[in-house]
C-alpha cells in the first residue's frame, strides 16, 4: 500500500473512517522481541500474508488515521508521522514526505472541518500533523479542534520531563515541532484516567506503551469497538498478550494493560481497532478455553479512489 486509500463502515450511529497511508514490512522478531518463533509458525495460517511476510520473517504494518463521526462532530484519532520532520534517530520517519491531507480530502474533511484531535499517545508517528507550516513556523493543522493529549504523556515527553528523560533526542524535537504549537495556540485539553467525547465515545488510559497511553472506546445502538493506539502492533499480540513490542516503556504494564483491554472486548464483543494493523484493520476477540483467538475481521467498504 503505497497511496491513500479510505475505507468506511457503521457502528450504531458512529461512521468510521480508516484512511490508509502506506504499509510496509519490519524485522518480525525485533518488532516484538517476547513473541517466540514458534508463535508466528503456529499461527501462520492467521498472520500470513496480511500481517506477516512469512518467507523474510517480517511483520506487515500500516501508518492509518481513524476518523470517526460522532454526535454531528469529526474525531480524528491519531495524526500519523507529518512532513519534513527532522527526525535523525528515526531514519523511516526522518523528513518524510507523505500525504496526510490528500487522504483527508478523499474522505471529504478539510482541516477547519475537524472537531476534535485525538493523540492516543505522543510519539512521533501518532502526533505528527498535529501542526503544519515548517521549521520556525509550525502552527495547528486543525485550526478549529480541540486537541485531546494523555497529561501523563504531556508531562514525560515535555519539557518538565526532560523530553522523555532525554533517553531519546528525537522526543525533544517531537514536542517541540508536534505538540507545543498547539499548547501555544490554546487548543490542548489535557486529560487523564478517562475522559468522554460525546455520549458515544470516551478515552480511558492503558499506561505502558508510554506513561499515558490511551485507548478510545466507542459505544453506540449495541455495537462497541475499542481504539487501541500501540497496545497493539501485531495480531500475535492478541495470541499472546505478553508480547510487549520493542517500543513499550514500561513492559510489565504494558502487559497488564493489554490483557485488561482484551478481555473486556472479548466479554463485550468489542472491535479491536489498533493502530498499525495491516489487512483488514480491526477484528474481534474470541476466547479459546483460557487464550485469545482472532475472530471476525472487520468489512470496511471503500470510499471513493486512492489518492497519489
Known sequence: MTKNTVQSTTLGEVEVLRIAEWQGAFDARGLVPDAPAG????????????????????????L???????AGRTVVVDTGVGNGRERPGMPHFHRWQGDFLG???????????????????VHADHVGWNTDGGPGAWRPTF???QYLIPAADDAHFGPDGGYGGGLRPDDRLIYEDS?????????????????RIDEHLTLESAPGHTPGSSVLRLASRGERAVFVGDLLHNPVQILRPS?????????????????????????????????????????????EGGRFALGPWAAFAPVGTPTA
Open 103 to 121: 487522504g483527508l480530502a478523499a474522505a471529504g474533511i478539510r482541516p477547519e472541518d475537524v472537531d476534535v484531535v485525538v493523540n492516543t499517545h
Open 143 to 145: 485550526p478549529n479542534a
Open 179 to 195: 505538540v507545543a504549537p498547539v499548547h501555544r495556540a490554546g487548543q490542548v485539553v489535557l486529560w487523564d484516567g478517562a475522559h
Open 39 to 62: 508463535l508466528w509458525a503456529s499461527h501462520e495460517a492467521e498472520l500470513a500474508p496480511d500481517h506477516w511476510e512469512v518467507a523474510g520473517d517480517r511483520a506487515v504494518l500500516a
Open 64 to 70: 492509518q488515521t481513524w476518523v470517526l463521526r460522532s
Open 243 to 287: 508480547c510487549n513490542s520493542c517500543f513499550c516503556l514500561d513492559p510489565v504494564r504494558a502487559a497488564a494493560s493489554r490483557l485488561r483491554v482484551l478481555e473486556r472486548a472479548a466479554d463485550q464483543r468489542e472491535l479491536v481497532v489498533p493502530a498499525h494493523f495491516a489487512g483488514a484493520g480491526a477484528v474481534e476477540v474470541r476466547r
